[in-house]
């Protein structure tokens, strides 16, 4: 079965300095993997996937994650944090090989941005 | 493009009712899902809809129940509500595939 963890409830970092969120998945082949990240009282908004291809996906706001196979790791980072990057980020797998299954969530992280 | 549209935001009802939550997806996007969203079980699947049939379906318990209509819009029922309902309930639309999955602003249902 596919599952996402991440080992991090809370994540502090102050402004400018870069932020990484840790993710790891398991799953039986090659996974689709996702972030997303929540402010309050919001849905969950896309930063970035990884399908295939380039290891190396860049996304939304200056945010970006490397696919780490060996390591099985999706972590997202960002060079230079902003206190309005404060907020709960979620990491997430679906295997596309096991027919119709879902996407399964992290836990979360929470993020805070001092200035 | 207009985005997931979730109705309503916001709901107060008592244990022991039911309620009914709408999701409207993306323009051309045929698959719905459903998440439960409380702060210690974090997001939970409750199902995914696509072509109007359940194609997925979570570890929820019958008292939770969802459709899908020919335009692709879902409604999910909860009946004999329970003070653990109380959650913020996320829809998601996507294409065929799973390679994309975009989310509403959520329905925050309150139990009382």
């Known amino acids: 079965a596919q599952s996402v963890a991440q080992p991090e409830d809370q994540v502090n970092v102050a402004e400018g300095n870069p932020l990484t969120v840790k993710c790891t998945y398991s799953v039986s082949g090659n996974p689709y993997l996702f972030w997303y990240v929540q402010y309050p009282n919001r849905g969950l908004q896309f930063l970035l996937k990884?399908?295939?291809?380039?290891?190396l996906v860049k996304g939304s706001y200056g945010f970006e994650a490397e696919f780490n196979k060996s390591q099985t790791s999706f972590h997202l980072k960002k060079p230079s944090a902003l206190v309005s990057d404060s907020a709960l980020y979620f990491c997430a797998v679906r295997d596309p090989n096991s027919g119709n299954t879902p996407l399964v969530f992290g836990k979360g992280t929470r993020l805070s941005v001092i200035a | 493009k207009a985005g997931v549209t979730q109705t309503p935001r916001y709901l107060i009802k008592t244990r022991g009712q039911q309620v009914t939550l709408s999701c409207s997806p993306i323009s051309g996007h045929r698959s719905v899902s459903w998440y439960q969203q409380t702060p210690g079980q974090g997001l939970q699947f409750l199902f995914e809809y696509f072509s109007e049939t359940q194609r997925n379906k979570g570890n929820f318990p019958g008292r939770f129940s969802g459709r899908q209509f020919s335009n692709s819009r879902s409604e999910m029922n909860v009946s004999t509500l329970e003070l653990g309902d109380s959650a913020l309930y996320l829809c998601?639309?996507?294409?065929?595939?799973?390679?994309?999955?975009?989310f509403g602003s959520g329905t925050r249902l309150t139990v009382v």
């Open positions: 990884y399908i295939t291809g380039d290891n």
């Open positions: 998601a639309s996507s294409l065929a595939g799973g390679k994309d999955y975009t």
